[in-house]
């Protein structure tokens, strides 16, 4: 095992492991901090419209937007801050939506999470139940009449969106076609509401994937190393030409479905489960058991992300909202707009 360790090979291994687990916990934390100002002010009343977090989730997440490059296609939900950042979106252009700037990437006509960057891969999102998997489908045919290869199209979704038609027929599309989709599904236990037995009769959601012929892999959703390999071994798949691949990741919702909610009904029996473990301090406990980090340094992290957060709010709040007598009201995906329009 020493001789192992001091070759140059399993040296590197070792490096580029934590590289990129250091670099997806740096991008988890930034999304709770992230997360935390929009909470708080929603509760100061300045953010008009819901306020949807991902707390708990950002593990899996983030695994999603490190798994993909550059001309792969992403759509991801409400609950994916870090997933975002990860694939590249600025927290301006994420702070500019939920206040309604109009220097921002909806130019303040959408808030909160319905926000993206079509040319740069990044949908923006029109449901959370399931209407954006077969959006992501539709670019991954497009990419194959253009005889564009190697492109992955990733889709998150929640166990409440398995139980809709659009989720069945998208998958069932994506199996026949073959299409590079890596759909990833966050069982946070809940659909708003509604516990997962009132949802699914099936023991996993991985046993859907068999009925649709395609690939299914399961993930301990509170686990950050095992998100970075499980996530990025099924988009390896994908990208390779194994077809569609399904990630079910297990794990809780640590907040309402959006700030609006308490989650009073959250069994307390799940919130004191593993699957009630919060991903973020997982991930700082391995990062300190492994030795990659002191405290000192999740300190320091720590400081620099919330002010990066608070930087950005500070700057977006001083910006100008849509000017009702200027604005031009077309469609966002008009093409001037979607090359790159700026509000002047
Ligand atoms: C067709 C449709 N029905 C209902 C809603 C309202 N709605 C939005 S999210 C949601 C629950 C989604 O649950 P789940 O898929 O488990 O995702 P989670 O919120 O847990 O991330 C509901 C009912 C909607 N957006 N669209
Ligand atoms: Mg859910």
Same mark, same amino acid.
């Given at each position: 095992m020493a001789q192992a360790l001091l070759n140059p090979e399993t040296v590197d291994k070792v490096s580029a492991i934590r590289d990129e687990y250091v670099k997806a916990y740096r991008y988890m934390l930034l999304a709770r901090v992230l997360d935390d100002k929009y909470a708080s002010l929603y509760r100061m009343g300045k953010i008009h419209g819901g306020v949807f977090l991902g707390r708990g989730q950002e593990a899996l997440s983030v695994a999603v937007g490190l798994a993909l490059r550059k001309g792969d296609v992403f759509a991801p939900l409400i609950r994916d801050a870090a997933g975002r950042l990860a694939f590249g979106e600025t927290v301006l252009d994420a702070v500019r939506t939920y206040l309604g700037s109009a220097l921002g990437p909806m130019r303040g006509r959408d808030g909160n999470v319905h926000r993206g960057h079509p040319q740069a891969g990044l949908l923006p999102m029109?449901?959370? &139940?399931?209407?954006m998997i077969s959006v992501v489908n539709g670019v991954l045919l497009a990419h194959r009449f253009q005889k564009v290869g190697q492109t992955v199209g990733a889709a998150c979704i929640g166990d409440g969106a398995t139980s809709t038609g659009a989720f069945h027929e998208a998958l069932n599309q994506a199996a026949v076609e073959r299409l590079p989709l890596v759909v990833v599904i966050?069982?946070?236990?809940?659909a708003y509401s509604t516990p997962t037995s009132r949802q699914f009769?099936?023991?996993? &959601?991985?046993?859907?994937a068999a009925g649709y012929g395609m690939a299914g892999h399961e993930v301990d959703g509170t686990d950050l190393g095992a998100c970075l390999s499980v996530v990025g071994h099924a988009v390896q798949q994908a990208r390779s030409g194994a077809g569609p691949q399904m990630v079910v990741a297990e794990l809780l919702r640590l907040c309402g479905h959006g700030e609006h909610d308490d989650a009073g009904y959250v069994d307390p029996r799940l919130k004191s489960s593993p699957l009630g473990r919060d991903c973020l301090k997982v991930a700082e406990a391995e990062l300190l058991r492994r030795g990659w980090a002191d405290a000192a340094g999740l300190a320091s992290w720590r400081s620099e992300m919330v002010q990066l957060v608070e930087a950005a709010v500070a700057q977006v709040q001083r910006e100008p909202g849509p000017d009702p007598y200027r604005e031009d009201w077309c469609a966002l995906a008009s093409r001037h707009l979607a090359e790159g329009h700026t509000y002047s």
């Open positions: 029109i449901s959370h &139940l399931g209407a966050a069982n946070n236990q809940y009769a099936c023991r996993s &959601l991985v046993e859907k």
